[in-house]
């Protein structure tokens, strides 16, 4: 018998399993599949529906000695721990549930600091550095918070479009850029897009037309992204403050992976938080974090 241990990153929108070979050190499968249906309102159907996908990724002869699964919208340590007994329950051997913003530094290879994950939503992950337990901050929901997150950032330029008219100022780059993205033809007519087709869990979707705005010349959308940075920089030093690990802050996630003046503004009220504290980007996928928590518990 292969022992293999699996790993697993359930995002919002997709969901990547890795297998590894424990003898060889390889990963021997690597999978992604939608992540249609997901959800932790009901952690007994959340640890069947991951189970269906992780029984269907070894090969025959292998011998699964641990799963880790980092799951998006599991946000407690206590939401996790639950979803973690009801996954071994599901599967019959033995499994772990972290936030997916927990991934991220053991996925950059390394073994203390704090994860931030930028997406739709927005949250910071660590470990107190004394007593090891679980801390976050934001992970809210996109009504709640989650600052700096795709979803705020549109939320925030709505409204600085909005203001702008308010105070009798012409529309200028950032408004062009909401009405194309959402392909209406006025500031009425954007509001209530905003707030009926689909509503906060579409906003994200439009995050690219802020940042093209910028890219413009638009002061309003640059002031967006500044604020936004600033308040992922603050995220981090919430945790910080509260007695969390700060040895390295790992970065992922969508957004700000793909939007370097997010990143940079990010970066720039970081360092006038806490000095001395840089941030990186995360280059492996997320699901190498799963693997090697797997990998670790299994040896």
Known sequence: MNRVVVGVDV??????????????????????????????????A?????????????????????????????ETPE????????????????????NDAQLLVPAAGLSAGIGLVVGTGSIAVGRHRETGAHLSAGGWGWVLGDEGSGSALVRDAARAVLARADDGAPLEALGRALLRSYGVSGLPELAAAMSW???VETWAEHAPAVFAAAAEGSEPAAEVIRRGGAALADLVARLARRGAETDAVVAAGGVIAGQPSLFTAFEEELASLLPGVTATLLR???????????????A
């Open 11 to 44: 995002g919002g929108t997709k969901t990547r399993m890795r297998l590894l070979d424990l003898a060889a050190g390889e990963v021997v499968a690597d999978r992604t599949v939608p992540s249609t249906g997901w959800q932790t309102r009901s952690m007994p």
């Open 46 to 74: 959340a640890a069947t529906w991951l189970a269906e996908r992780v029984a269907a990724l070894p090969r025959p002869g292998d011998e699964v000695v641990r799963v880790v699964a980092g799951a998006h919208g599991c």
């Open 79 to 98: 939401q996790c721990h639950r979803l973690g007994r009801e996954l071994e329950t599901s599967l019959g051997l033995p499994a772990s549930v972290v």
């Open 197 to 199: 087709d689909g509503g």
């Open 284 to 298: 492996e996928p997320p699901v190498a974090g799963a693997v090697e928590l797997a990998r670790r518990l299994a």
